[in-house]
């Protein structure tokens, strides 16, 4: 087989979205490994290869010095075939390894590997719903927290904004089993991931605790480029243009979080307002203001609520006034007209889950036969005489 130079400099790793949030736990060097050899794959492979690579490069790529230890090496690769990914699908757990196979060539001092046939839908032909990001970046990372986090960040880096249940950030870092107490685990993992991140990729992130009484429960990640402007050798980067989709599924596991759900019909109609306002910053500023809405205590019907904000910024577009002078704070003070609500979300029906939060008991007797009684119930909590 061909001798192939390892070089990371132009590698860009390409993962499904499903796989990025797996759960998994890898150190740091079997994520070099992973990670290096996702790079090697081409947009139009159609079938997973078998990589041949010189010994000594690799060992000097996942950062050890002198010459190559080949039983340090095999019982690194022994380790990682023995590792299991669990990707959870369509109400599914799926458990797979991430490698199928691994050779060692002494006579030629290379490698061969090849990743599970399994991974073939994460990892070949992806079309959407995919994350890409340059691999420089991750292997100059000196933590498996850090790179997870990155990775994770990078699906959200469009949208700026995304919020993790604690419980659910736990096991896609792989640190389900360490730092139990909490302040542990913002040290080790949150601070530190921040630190390193800030210092030696192309992305930073802030990040605000979501508490539940004095516990913390989610973790809202705020993301932020390096550059101001994405350049054009870059957008390799952000292959993934379905900006709605990456939207969709945030804000419905922001909805999901609190007892609500949320159709596409209704986000649909939140971007085409939004576009009126901030054109191409629209999903962004889409996401933003539903994150905002959920740290104000008094809603009581977040999807009434921020229709009704996206449709004033409307009026204030139309009639060349300021649109900042409308805010999810001066909204929840002075509450909402319902005739100010627009017409479609009328026809909006009301999609009941089997528990509503006890701060609502007006959904208890909403019923999809119902939903205009329903809806004027709600609306009425935001109604301020006129």
């Not at 991931?193 to 992305?203: A, C, F, V, Y």
């Amino acid at each position: 087989m061909e001798r192939q130079e390892v070089r990371t400099n132009n590698n860009v790793v390409t993962k499904s979205n499903i796989l990025i949030e797996a759960n998994y736990k890898l150190t740091i060097t079997e994520q070099k490994i992973v990670l290096y050899l996702v790079s090697k794959i081409r947009k139009d492979d159609d079938d997973f290869k078998t990589y041949t690579l010189p010994i000594k490069q690799f060992y000097e790529l996942l950062g050890y010095k002198g010459n190559p230890k080949y039983s340090e090496m095999k019982k690194i690769t022994k380790n990682l075939i023995g590792k299991v990914v669990e990707i959870k699908e369509e109400k599914k757990l799926k458990q797979m390894s991430w490698l199928s196979y691994v050779e060692y060539n002494e006579n030629d001092g290379s490698v061969n590997l090849s990743f599970d046939p399994r991974l073939k839908p994460y990892l070949l032909q992806l079309k959407r719903e995919f994350t890409s990001y340059k691999l420089k970046n991750v292997m100059e990372l000196k933590s498996g927290y850090s790179i997870r986090i990155y990775e994770i960040l990078k699906k959200w880096q469009t949208i700026k904004v995304v919020e993790l249940p604690l419980k659910e950030l736990r096991e896609m870092v792989g640190a389900t089993d360490k730092y139990h107490e909490y302040h542990n685990f913002k040290k080790r993992v949150l601070t530190s991931s921040q630190n390193e991140i800030e210092e030696r990729t192309d992305i930073a992130f802030d990040y605000e605790e979501i508490k539940k009484g004095r516990k913390v429960v989610s973790i809202r990640f705020m993301i932020h480029s390096k550059n101001n402007t994405i350049k054009q050798e870059d957008e390799i980067i952000n292959q993934n243009d379905d900006w709605f989709e990456s939207l969709y599924i945030q804000l419905h596991h922001t909805f999901k979080q609190h007892n609500y759900t949320l159709t596409k019909e209704v986000v649909e109609r939140w971007v085409g307002l939004a576009d009126k306002v901030w054109s191409g910053n629209k999903y962004v500023e889409v996401n933003k203001l539903t994150q905002q809405s959920f740290q104000i205590d008094n809603i009581k019907n977040h999807i009434a609520f921020i229709t009704y904000i996206l449709n004033e910024k409307v009026n204030c577009v139309e009639n060349g006034t300021s649109h900042y002078q409308v805010s999810v704070e001066s909204v929840a003070k002075k509450g909402i007209r319902k005739e100010i609500i627009p017409s479609w979300f009328e026809n909006y029906k009301v999609v009941e889950n089997t528990k509503q939060p006890d701060s609502d008991p007006s959904f208890e007797n909403t019923r999809l036969d119902e939903m205009l009684k329903g809806f004027e119930k709600q609306l009425n909590k935001f109604e301020t005489p006129i």
